[in-house]
């Protein structure tokens, strides 16, 4: 055996494609749709009529009325297709027993003074639903003009904001240059003040007899560096003060920022809020308008003649009791005459033309396979392969059936992928395919 499973797998290595692509195997995805049974609308029959117990008389059984609803399940009168017949979409497939809906013929008249003492009522209604429009569109136009004001105001904001993180951006940078004046000027008056010393401690060493010629020099000196410690005084006092509105700059703007951010975003809160509003007050004329349409809707049906509405819904009723299929394919099973079936109870199956396979990949495989990537399946019953494209790559790896055994996925997790091809090919088929690369291998 175990030899034999190396000539297997040996054989399927040399059938791979040596020019990029992947081969794989896979089984043609069956199409069936379902036929169920419609609800038809039956009406209640009062078994107590014509039955009426003369007054004084005794009664059998109890006087209250009995009602029999014609119940849910409906019998199928007739079958129009068989098992493999080819249908279009359309055609009738069977049909229910429509004998009771006749009866509906009957209350029609009945139903017509009631729809026509409607017609009042439902055109206040549909008065009453243009004035609440109005005013919900009253109320848009407001919160619109509330939504533009806030998006103004948070621009403005915003503004503030971003010139306040620019000057605050600046700050640090002014402050380092005031600082370096204020310690150039700071030094320089201490050397002023140095100097002045000097030329005072000359001054006071002189002799009193000292001649006013050999004063003179000291004297300007010491009127120069007074004058000159004066404005160093003034520069350093004015720079004191520079720093001191700049560190002041800086704590506005320190607090001013966040308080910006704030007020932006309690700006966004109060436009989500009324862009909220907005989309309330729209699903809000929406559903006026939706009623509207069914009060309209409703007094066109209300002033029909009783004739016309007694054919209209009887037809409407037995074209409910013919089931017709909704799709071109083959019929794979049909219900039978005299058969009771509940609403919503498959009454037939059709298979349309399959056009996926579906296949498994190796992880390895998978990672070099994209989507619409061009494939081509070939299966036994045809002579030539059909082409198609990747359709879906599952994001998943699971453990494929017992029947999908390769080289590369046998008692494996493995990928699932969908080829969708130009041309239908029989349902469950097995089919060899071969699809197009989007990464080179390895």
Same mark, same amino acid.
């Not at 002189?206 to 006013?212: D, I, Q, S």
């Not at 396979?357 to 002579?383: G, I, K, M, N």
């Given at each position: 055996?175990?030899?034999?499973?190396?000539?297997?797998?040996?054989?399927?290595?040399?059938?791979?494609?040596?020019? !990029?692509?992947?081969?794989?195997?896979?089984?043609?995805?069956?199409?069936?749709?379902?036929?169920?049974?419609?609800?038809?609308?039956?009406?209640?029959?009062?078994?107590?009529?014509?039955?009426?117990?003369?007054? !004084?008389?005794?009664?059998?059984?109890?006087?209250?009325?009995?009602?029999?609803?014609?119940?849910?399940?409906?019998?199928?009168?007739?079958?129009?297709?068989?098992? !493999?017949?080819?249908?279009?979409?359309?055609?009738?497939?069977?049909?229910?027993?429509?004998?009771?809906?006749?009866?509906?013929?009957?209350?029609?008249?009945?139903?017509?003074?009631?729809?026509?003492?409607?017609?009042?009522?439902?055109?206040?209604?549909?008065?009453?639903?243009?004035?609440?429009?109005?005013?919900?569109?009253?109320?848009?136009?407001?919160?619109?003009?509330?939504?533009?004001?806030?998006?103004?105001?948070?621009?403005?904001?915003?503004?503030?904001?971003?010139?306040?993180?620019?000057?605050?951006?600046?700050?640090?940078?002014?402050?380092?240059?005031?600082?370096?004046?204020?310690?150039?000027?700071?030094?320089?008056?201490?050397?002023?003040?140095?100097?002045?010393?000097?030329?005072?401690?000359?001054?006071?060493?002189?002799?009193?007899?000292?001649?006013?010629?050999?004063?003179?020099?000291?004297?300007?000196?010491?009127?120069?560096?007074?004058?000159?410690?004066?404005?160093?005084?003034?520069?350093?006092?004015?720079?004191?003060?520079?720093?001191?509105?700049?560190?002041?700059?800086?704590?506005?703007?320190?607090?001013?920022?966040?308080?910006?951010?704030?007020?932006?975003?309690?700006?966004?809160?109060?436009?989500?809020?009324?862009?909220?509003?907005?989309?309330?007050?729209?699903?809000?004329?929406?559903?006026?308008?939706?009623?509207?349409?069914?009060?309209?809707?409703?007094?066109?049906?209300?002033?029909?003649?009783?004739?016309?509405?007694?054919?209209?819904?009887?037809?409407?009723?037995?074209?409910?009791?013919?089931?017709?299929?909704?799709?071109?394919?083959?019929?794979?099973?049909?219900?039978?005459? !005299?058969?009771?079936?509940?609403?919503?109870?498959?009454?037939?199956?059709?298979?349309?033309?399959?056009?996926?396979?579906?296949?498994?990949?190796?992880?390895?495989?998978?990672?070099?396979?994209?989507?619409?990537?061009?494939?081509?399946?070939?299966?036994?019953?045809?002579?030539?392969?059909?082409?198609?494209?990747?359709?879906?790559?599952?994001?998943?790896?699971?453990?494929?059936?017992?029947?999908?055994?390769?080289?590369?996925?046998?008692?494996?997790?493995?990928?699932?992928?969908?080829?969708?091809?130009?041309?239908?090919?029989?349902?469950?088929?097995?089919?060899?395919?071969?699809?197009?690369?989007?990464?080179?291998?390895?």
């Amino acid at each position: 055996r175990t030899a034999v499973a190396a000539v297997v797998l040996a054989l399927t290595a040399c059938q791979q494609p040596d020019d !990029g692509t992947i081969a794989a195997t896979g089984r043609v995805v069956a199409d069936t749709v379902s036929v169920q049974a419609p609800a038809l609308a039956v009406p209640r029959v009062s078994l107590d009529a014509g039955f009426v117990t003369p007054p !004084g008389a005794p009664a059998a059984a109890s006087t209250v009325p009995a009602l029999l609803s014609l119940g849910a399940a409906q019998r199928v009168s007739a079958v129009e297709v068989q098992l !493999g017949d080819h249908v279009e979409e359309g055609d009738v497939l069977l049909r229910f027993d429509d004998a009771a809906l006749a009866a509906q013929e009957r209350v029609a008249e009945a139903d017509v003074a009631v729809a026509k003492a409607q017609v009042a009522v439902i055109d206040a209604a549909v008065d009453t639903t243009h004035d609440k429009e109005s005013d919900l569109r009253d109320t848009r136009e407001e919160v619109e003009d509330g939504i533009a004001e806030g998006k103004s105001a948070r621009a403005d904001l915003v503004e503030k904001r971003d010139d306040a993180r620019a000057a605050a951006a600046k700050l640090p940078k002014q402050l380092a240059t005031v600082e370096k004046n204020l310690r150039d000027l700071t030094a320089k008056r201490k050397d002023a003040e140095k100097q002045l010393r000097e030329v005072e401690a000359t001054l006071e060493a002189l002799p009193a007899e000292t001649p006013a010629e050999q004063r003179a020099p000291l004297l300007e000196a010491q009127k120069k560096l007074n004058a000159g410690l004066k404005e160093l005084k003034a520069g350093v006092a004015k720079l004191n003060t520079a720093r001191k509105k700049i560190t002041d700059a800086q704590s506005q703007l320190r607090k001013a920022i966040p308080q910006l951010t704030k007020g932006i975003a309690t700006v966004d809160d109060k436009l989500a809020e009324a862009r909220d509003a907005v989309k309330k007050i729209d699903k809000a004329i929406t559903k006026l308008e939706d009623a509207r349409a069914t009060l309209k809707r409703n007094r066109r049906l209300a002033v029909i003649a009783a004739d016309d509405t007694t054919v209209n819904r009887a037809g409407t009723a037995r074209e409910q009791a013919v089931v017709r299929a909704p799709a071109d394919g083959v019929v794979a099973d049909i219900a039978r005459v !005299g058969d009771v079936v509940a609403p919503g109870a498959t009454v037939a199956e059709i298979t349309r033309p399959a056009l996926v396979v579906l296949t498994w990949l190796a992880p390895e495989q998978a990672s070099r396979a994209c989507l619409d990537a061009p494939a081509t399946v070939a299966v036994d019953s045809l002579t030539a392969p059909i082409d198609g494209r990747i359709s879906r790559i599952l994001p998943l790896a699971a453990y494929p059936p017992s029947y999908h055994a390769t080289d590369q996925v046998h008692l494996t997790r493995a990928v699932p992928v969908e080829v969708t091809l130009d041309a239908a090919l029989p349902p469950g088929a097995p089919a060899d395919l071969h699809l197009s690369s989007c990464q080179p291998k390895g």
